[in-house]
């Protein structure tokens, strides 16, 4: 079984650039997390969907980041001007929620950085 | 907000050493207390999970969590150089929101 997939595997930016980040979740989970992991930290949740509903976006910086999940299956994150502190790695993860059990599955991230 | 502390930042054991790793967290009720692992360049994996007070064995895996102390921690047995890695503890908590520690990275010298 395919894992979660993510698109590009790098991306370098100048301050001001949009860059957009693509993830395929693993076939049948329903429920889609982005992540954001800056170097030598632990990730921190930006945003995540139920099917194609928002349940808590209140991490996300909403003036410049947007998530979408139009059909419930891929996601798109949108980073409209990137900052020098927008340097990260953004994971993405599934999962089929029901229960406290439920076990994340990350794919291998977008390693971004903004010169 | 949930806070997750892991102590130390990092360690080195040799080969077929015990691996002891510690993580506190801040709410007593939160519903369950996960440790992923993350090697260079990869997302983090699931390794094992605890809900209630007390211990949980997998292999050579341990996991020990004292809910009134608000402290749980892992113990990898007979540590391999494939277990050189970042070991991540993650708490569940209401909303379902899971937060991660900075993490403990591991090297493990043959």
């Known amino acids: 079984e395919a894992g979660v997939t993510q698109s590009p595997r790098y991306a370098v930016l100048q301050e001001g650039q949009a860059v957009s980040f693509w993830c395929d979740p693993i076939s049948g989970h329903d429920t889609l997390y982005w992540y954001q992991q800056p170097r030598d930290q632990g990730p921190q949740l930006l945003v995540y969907?139920?099917?194609?509903?928002?349940?808590?976006n209140s991490q996300l910086p909403s003036d410049r980041f947007s998530a979408v999940r139009p059909k419930g299956t891929n996601s798109t994150l949108k980073i409209q001007s990137a900052k020098q502190g927008d340097t990260a790695t953004y994971l993405c993860?599934?999962?089929?929620?029901?229960?406290?059990?439920?076990?994340?599955?990350f794919g291998s991230g977008t390693r971004l950085t903004v010169l | 907000q949930e806070k997750v502390q892991q102590s130390p930042e990092s360690l080195i054991v040799p080969e077929g050493a015990m691996s002891s790793l510690n993580c506190t967290f801040s709410n007593s009720a939160s519903q369950s207390i996960w440790w992923y692992q993350q090697h260079p360049g990869k997302g983090p994996e699931a390794l094992i999970s605890i809900f209630s007070n007390g211990n949980k064995k997998e292999g050579r895996l341990t996991v020990y969590l004292n809910r009134a102390s608000l402290h749980v921690s892992l113990h990898i047995r007979d540590s391999q150089p494939s277990d050189s890695a970042v070991y991540l503890c993650a708490v569940r908590s209401a909303g379902n929101k899971l937060t991660f520690g900075i993490g403990t990275r591991v090297l493990v010298r043959p």
């Open positions: 969907f139920r099917d194609e509903a928002v349940i808590d």
């Open positions: 993860a599934s999962s089929f929620w029901g229960y406290s059990a439920e076990t994340l599955y």
